[in-house]
């Protein structure tokens, strides 16, 4: 990027934004994308709340232990604790992944709100299902 395009946070054609901020998404890409959401709700001027999310922050795994026990997760999902990978048995395969949203008052530039959570991605299959 050049320094002008690294002060708008606009990135060049090389770092071009992702359609969504997933966990593959790395952090330059997420505030990439959250502070071109701000400056375009800023040029409205209608004065939003713009919510970003940045995936693969780290917590306290005794912290990220207690959330993880509050819904039902396989234990050897558990064992990893919150890594951002997926862990695949056979027919299984389970994944903790831990983000930070924050929500900014774009009349000010502000963050207003900001939450730690955990999404646990779980599939599963069986050698004896078929389609049909």
Known sequence: M????????????????????????????AEAACDARIKAARDTGEGKLVAC???????????????????????????????????????????VFPADLSVTDTRTGQVVGRMHYLVVGYAYGAYNVWIK
């Open 2 to 29: 050049t320094t002008a395009q690294a002060s708008t946070g606009t990135p060049s054609k090389a770092q071009a934004l992702p359609a969504a901020i997933t966990p593959q998404a790395s952090a330059a890409q």
């Open 53 to 95: 999310v940045t995936w693969g922050t780290k917590s306290s795994a005794a912290r990220d232990r207690a959330a993880l026990t509050k819904w039902p997760t396989p234990s050897w999902c558990l064992d990893h604790g919150a890594d951002s990978k997926w862990w695949v048995t056979r027919f299984k395969a389970c994944g």
